[in-house]
Nanobody, 114 residues
Framework: QVQLVEAGGGLVQPGGSLRLSCAAS????????MDWYRQAPGKQREWVAS???????NYAASVKGRFTISRDNAKNAVYLQLNMLKPEDTAVYYC????????WGRGTQVTVSS
């Protein structure tokens, strides 16, 4: 089992940046892949980015080139750097891990508005 706690969300103007963090309750070195998802009001949760324990990354087309996912196995943490934010990036962002089951954090709100 693993508990995930997200932090770093907030209100930012269009074009701004935020750095989200996801703290895990256990060593993540053996968790093959960790992900970020987001859910906007009235929409389904969607995948944003993934990183493997070999540091391979993948991104949704809507965020590629603007967001960067990273992980620090020594700190049991995963990060999501959000740059060039747009109003359509407004959502609750969730950290996810699969470890013999799906584990989710409670999310952190990101609001992009002028």
């Amino acid at each position: 089992q693993v508990q995930l706690v997200e932090a770093g969300g907030g209100l930012v103007q269009p074009g701004g940046s935020l750095r989200l963090s996801c703290a895990a309750s256990r060593n993540i070195v053996h968790i093959y892949e960790m992900d970020w998802y987001r859910q906007a009001p009235g929409k389904q949760r969607e995948w944003v980015a993934s990183i493997t324990n070999g540091y391979s990354t993948n991104y949704a087309a809507s965020v590629k080139g603007r967001f960067t996912i990273s992980r620090d196995n020594a700190k049991n943490a995963v990060y999501l750097q959000l740059n060039m934010l747009k109003p359509e990036d407004t959502a609750v962002y969730y950290c996810h891990a699969y470890l013999s089951g799906d584990y989710w954090g409670r999310g952190t709100q990101v609001t992009v508005s002028s």
